[in-house]
Structures are given as C-alpha cells and as structure tokens.
C-alpha cells in the first residue's frame, strides 16, 4: 500500500497570512499519463470532505484561487495565498493511483 | 445538481450486520464508480472500497475482504454497502463518493453513523 504523511498534523494560521501544507508519499504518484495521482479534500468541522485540488494542482469547481497544489512525485504542496477564517478544519491528501486508495493523517489548521 | 443521499443513523451490536444505502441523482449513474469511505470518531478517513455502477464489480481494501460487500440498484440509482460480523472498531461515520475518471470524489453524500455496542 502507498503510505501518505503530512506535515505539520496541526498548523495555527492568522487571517490574511500565507499557509502551506505538505504531503509525502513512499512511492511516485506520477502516472504514466504524466499527470501526479493526487488529491487535496477540506473536511469542515461536522461536514462532509469536499474536493478542493485533484491531479496536484487542478483546484476543483467552485474552490477559490487562493488555494493552490504543486509538487511531483513524492512531494507535494497545498498552499493557501491569504487564509480566511472559513478556511479551517482538516486537511487530507489522498493518493488515487492505485488501490486501495490512502489518505494523508490529516493537517488541523485553526486560528 | 448531482447529489448523494445516504440512509440514516444505525445502532448495531457486536456480531451483528448493517446495511448504509446511497442513492445518486442529477447525473448519470452508470457513468461514475462509487467509493465508500469511514471515519472512526476523532480519527482520519479510510478507504473501504469502490463499486462500479456500470457492471458491478468491485474492489475492496484488504483488511475488510470477506466482511464487505457492495452492490447496487440500477433501477433506483443507488448502491449499498454492506458490512458484517460488526466490532466495536466498526464504529464510524460511512461515507459514499463519487470517484472521476481520474480517481479524484467530486460529490459526497453527508455520511451515515453506525454504532457497534452492545
């Protein structure tokens, strides 16, 4: 199985600052069509997860531009341009290469 | 707009079955495979498991082979996951997904609690 970690498990953000979260996988998530299996989800407190970022870097329908994915391979990044109070709950990246299909621990990001 | 719906809270005891249904709508069923996905209270998400609506087949992780089971209903657009020989561990909230081509979940349903206790 493909292992995903995330760093930090807890990020403390201040409204208007920049935030960044990492993802690491033991194994390359790039497919053979060039694109990197890798999703980024937000699950607000009490809610279901909601697709912000798939392929690393496509932002899904809806997502506001200050959310951005990048990375390849193993390494990935989400970042968040200028955090919004709306922004915080818990933050997974998901591998959807190969199954079964892994989740990162999750990054808790609160002000 | 696409939606899933799932069924409502269950209470099981140890040993026992359940059954979470998910039904689809604003879109077309047969062209999207279903995952479903837990989360233990506190915990982080775990994939169970993907359905594909079109044939049927399915794929499960490993550490649930033989207690789970997924199926659906082409006529009323919904699919079912079925788990047995509850544990405690089961306890979780089940969510369905709709998986892309490309694996991403763009549509979750709102998710259904299954209490294992005795």
């Known amino acids: 199985d493909i292992v995903m970690t995330q760093s930090p498990l807890s990020l403390p953000v201040t409204p208007g600052e920049p935030a960044s979260i990492s993802c690491r996988s033991n194994?390359?998530?790039?497919?053979?069509?060039?694109?990197?299996?890798l999703d980024w989800y937000l699950q607000k407190p009490g809610q279901s997860p909601r697709l912000l970022i798939s392929?690393?870097?496509n932002r899904a329908s809806g997502v506001p531009d200050r959310f951005s994915g990048s990375g390849s391979g193993t390494d990935f990044t989400l970042k968040i341009s200028r955090v919004e109070a709306e922004d915080v709950g818990l933050y997974y990246c998901?591998?959807?290469?190969?199954?079964?299909?892994?989740f990162g621990p999750g990054t808790k990001v609160d002000l | 707009q696409a939606q899933l719906v799932q069924s409502g809270a269950e209470v099981r005891q140890p040993g026992a079955s359940v059954r979470v249904s998910c039904k689809a709508s604003?879109?077309?069923?047969?062209?999207?495979?279903i995952h479903w996905v837990r989360q233990a209270p506190g915990q982080g998400l775990e994939w169970m498991g993907i359905?594909?609506?079109?044939?049927?087949?399915?794929t499960f992780a490993q550490k649930l082979q033989g207690r789970v089971t997924m199926t659906r209903d082409t006529s009323t657009n919904t699919v079912y996951m079925d788990l047995s020989s509850l544990r405690s561990e089961d306890t979780a909230k089940y969510f369905c997904?709709?998986?892309?081509?490309?694996?991403?979940?763009?549509?979750w349903g709102q998710g259904t609690m299954v209490t294992v206790s005795a």
């Open positions: 359905i594909n609506p079109s044939g049927g087949g399915t």
């Open positions: 998901m591998q959807p290469l190969q199954t079964p299909f892994t």
């Open positions: 997904a709709r998986g892309v081509h490309y694996g991403a979940f763009d549509i």
């Open positions: 392929l690393g870097s």
């Open positions: 604003g879109y077309m069923f047969l062209s999207y495979h």
């Open positions: 194994q390359s998530l790039l497919h053979s069509n060039g694109f990197n299996y």
